[in-house]
Structure formats: C-alpha cells, structure tokens
C-alpha cells in the first residue's frame, strides 16, 4: 500500500508567488517525522523541513513551511516568494518510528516550475 | 554541514561485469546507511538499509546477491552490483544518518552515482 502520496506531477508558480506542494501519508505508528527534500537537474537531494508527528507547530525553515494536518494526514509544503532557482523537483517523505532502522520512504515527487 | 560523498559519480560498463559504488560520510560517523535507486523522473526506492558490522536489511524485490552491500566501518559502505545487465542502469543514491543524532535528525544524501549498463 501505498504510503506517501503527492497528486501533483507538475505544478507552475509565477516567480515571487507563494505555491502549495500537497503530501498525504498514511501509517498507524503515532511515532513518525516527515521530510521534504528538493532534488535539482543535478541528482542531489536537499533536505529543506521535518515535522515530527508530536510536534505542535508547524515547522518553518525560512521561505520553506509546512502545513501540518495530523487528521487529515497531510503535511503540505509551502514555499513563498518563489525563486527561479527553486525550480526542481520535490519530494515528501515519510520515517515510522523513532528507533529500528530509520527506513524513509518517499512519495513520487512533484515537479515544480517557477516562471519569470 | 555532514557531507557525503560518492564515488564513482557515474560509470559505464559492459553488461556482464561488476560495478562497486562507495558511500563515504566525510565528517560525522554514520551507523545507518541506506542505499536507493532511482529510475528517470521516479522516486527514490529504497534498496537496502547498511549497518556497520552487520548484513545489510533489503527491501522486498531486491536481489541481495545481486546488490551486495558492505559496511565495513562507520564512515564507508560500499555497494556492488553484480553481473550488471541494462536493466540495473539507474541513478544509486546512498545516504547516512550520523551516529548519535536525535530522531529528528534528517538522513544526509550523497551526490549519487549514475550507473550505465551496456
């Protein structure tokens, strides 16, 4: 079964406007965190946020939030102010439990386009 | 920051022969690394989870005489890819979780190798 989705292949953001990166997962472990990597042309992946499940607020890492709905199952990435160099592709991803193994997985991955 | 390295970046070899991929964290220890394979514009899957010391854990689907993993010490795991064919070329992606570090801590991602089966 699938564990973490992200229904958007594609997404288009005019350069300087906020955009909104959709993720939902999905697990019976009350112990997760949940990641969001951006990944360029060049292969490497860049971490950019984690939300721990027990975490009250939403997390913020400068231009980079994540919007937290813990029933609903969602942890939404939004990124303001678009930047041309944030065109790349995003992924969301998901670690069950705070101890054995550390395994993450990942969504399919959302691709963003910034417009000048 | 925690760096991880990769070598080779890519490689090309004949079908039949086998390739070996290291993963070095160059300023932190790591007790866990992972390693994934990633198709043209798909995700990462995960391919196996590298102790040190011990077998490494695969994934269901992976062959582990196939991807043999080695994780010899804290600071390198090596990944070789036997009697490649075509179909193993993809882009290998290890990465390391720093020995020590609390849950909230992020895995930290090599530069990736581009492996191409001829």
């Known amino acids: 079964a699938q564990k973490i989705t992200q229904t958007q292949p594609g997404m288009f953001v005019q350069e300087k406007e906020a955009v909104t990166l959709d993720c939902t997962y999905d697990?019976?472990?009350?112990?997760?965190?949940l990641f969001w990597y951006k990944q360029p042309s060049s292969g490497e992946m860049i971490f950019l946020i984690y939300q721990g499940s027990y975490d009250q607020q939403n997390a913020t890492e400068g231009r980079y939030s994540l919007n937290f709905q813990k029933a609903r199952k969602s942890a939404n990435l939004v990124i303001s102010a678009s930047q041309l160099g944030d065109s790349a592709m995003y992924f969301c991803a998901m670690r069950e439990g705070d101890t054995g193994g550390f395994k993450t997985i990942f969504g399919a991955g959302t691709r963003l386009f910034v417009k000048a | 920051g925690a760096v991880v390295s990769q070598h080779p970046s890519w490689v090309i070899c004949k079908s039949g022969t086998s390739v070996k991929i290291e993963c070095r964290s160059l300023?932190?220890?790591?007790?866990?690394m992972f390693w994934y394979r990633q198709f043209p514009k798909q995700s990462l899957m995960l391919m196996a989870t590298s102790n040190e010391g011990s077998k490494a854990t695969y994934e269901q689907g992976v062959e582990k005489d196939k991807f043999l993993i080695n994780h010899a010490s804290l600071t390198l795991s090596t990944l070789t890819v036997t009697s490649a064919h075509p179909e193993d070329s993809s882009f290998y992606i290890c990465?390391?979780?720093?020995?020590?570090?609390?849950?909230?801590?992020?895995?930290?991602f090599g530069p990736g190798t581009r492996l191409t089966v001829l």
């Open positions: 300023d932190f220890q790591a007790t866990t």
């Open positions: 990465s390391a979780r720093p020995l020590g570090g609390p849950s909230t801590d992020t895995q930290y």
């Open positions: 697990t019976s472990d009350p112990s997760y965190g």
